[in-house]
């Protein structure tokens, strides 16, 4: 192990970034793994929860695990050019980010100097904070897209994918640190598996699982059991969070007022014209993403701007960073009004019109946590209904 070797500081920035066109070739080869024309990120992405999708979890099994309030990878294990081993976190605008390769060692079963490559697994990276105050960078695994130069696993439905994972990479990963602990904290980060219960396991979510997390966590994702591994949107993985706590990603445009100079500017500025007063409250417009088409990216006015107030806006000019169209995530207040929440810059774009609504949607006909705690015996009763009728029982 490098002498150098240590975990990741900086969760969003966490290697080195590949440029074109070393940049496209990894895209390539990613999207030749997968069988896929498209080099664009192939990460599902899931819709928001609504009130109809109570009666979805009846029809379908699901799993349901935690949303983790982290920063969403896939992580690809290949080789460089002379057969040695590398690893890249691909981001949702479809960076990669090269990570140690002395740093990070995924062994085959059997042989703790061989390594997968070929593999793609979808994750969330995190930061736990343990009781003594250190921080521990976590890689947590929810799906697998491909293992081994194999993609024929999309196909197959999520928990084959992730019987794979376990059997392939989780168990000789946690063998070969059972072995040697020492290295362990060592590692850019530590993998683990998402704890996936069944969908009817609302309560145990919400009573065992949620208060003993030692990360950030900001709902549930329900996953359906049976389905295959979709690239983008996926109507069979379902976002839940409370209603109140639902946000949007906006493009943030900030226009200035024009002002007529004052007696006291023509005197002894000489200022004449109108002139745009920057010091100024702004209007702060929230701009939907429609689509991209021939001429870029297009974009419509959100119906309502952001709410700000002066005090707000003068510690925004004091962090000194841009503003202008920057992705912002906003959430409704108590008096209805859209409210910065935080600044997403690991996304290269806001929401999608289509992801907006749906995100309305979850609002005004939002499933409180008792609704859903309440729909659990329901739940389990038609995923048993099922298992009989499967079995011919």
Not at 124 to 148: I, M, Q, R
Request: glycine share 6%; proline share 6%.
């Amino acid at each position: 192990m490098d002498s150098e070797s240590h975990p990741i500081k900086d969760i969003a920035n966490p290697g080195v970034k590949a440029e074109f066109p070393f940049l496209r070739n990894l895209r390539e080869e990613v999207a030749q793994l997968l069988n896929r024309n498209s080099l664009s990120f192939p990460g599902a992405q899931p819709v928001s929860f609504s009130r109809r999708h109570i009666d979805e979890l009846q029809k379908k099994d699901y799993y349901v695990c935690e949303k983790s309030d982290g920063i969403r990878y896939l992580l690809y294990l290949t080789t460089d050019d002379n057969g040695g081993e590398l690893h890249y976190l691909i981001d949702r605008k479809n960076d990669y980010w090269l990570i140690h390769q002395r740093n990070l060692h995924f062994p085959l079963q059997n042989d703790y100097q061989a390594f997968h490559t070929g593999t793609l697994i979808d994750g969330e990276l995190v930061v736990d904070k343990l009781p003594s105050g250190e921080e521990v960078p976590k890689f947590l695994v929810f799906d697998l897209l491909a293992l081994d130069g194999k993609a024929d696993l999309l196909s197959k439905p999520l928990d084959k994918r992730l019987g794979y994972f376990k059997e392939h990479v989780m168990k000789p990963y946690k063998k070969l640190f059972q072995e040697f602990p020492q290295e362990l904290p060592l590692q850019a980060f530590q993998v683990e598996m998402k704890d996936m219960q069944f969908s009817y396991g609302i309560e145990m979510m919400f009573r065992e699982v949620l208060p003993k997390l030692r990360h950030q966590n900001d709902g549930l994702i329900f996953t359906c059991r049976t389905s295959p591994y979709q690239f983008g949107t996926d109507q069979h993985i379902l976002k839940w969070k409370a209603p109140h706590d639902n946000t949007i990603d906006f493009r943030l445009r900030l226009s200035w007022p024009l002002v007529e100079p004052t007696e006291a500017e023509r005197a002894e500025q000489g200022q004449d014209e109108p002139f745009v007063d920057y010091e100024a409250l702004p209007e702060a417009r929230l701009m939907v993403f429609t689509g991209n088409d021939r001429g870029g990216p297009g974009y419509q006015e959100f119906g309502e701007p952001l709410y700000l107030t002066e005090d707000e806006w003068e510690r925004l000019m004091a962090l000194g960073d841009p503003l202008q169209d920057r992705v912002v995530e906003c959430c409704l207040d108590e008096e209805k009004r859209w409210r910065l929440y935080r600044f997403r810059d690991d996304k290269s774009e806001a929401n999608h019109i289509s992801t907006v609504n749906s995100v309305l949607e979850s609002i005004r006909d939002g499933v409180r946590e008792e609704e859903l705690l309440e729909a659990a015996r329901a739940i389990k009763d038609s995923w048993k209904l099922r298992q009989q009728q499967q079995h011919g029982r």
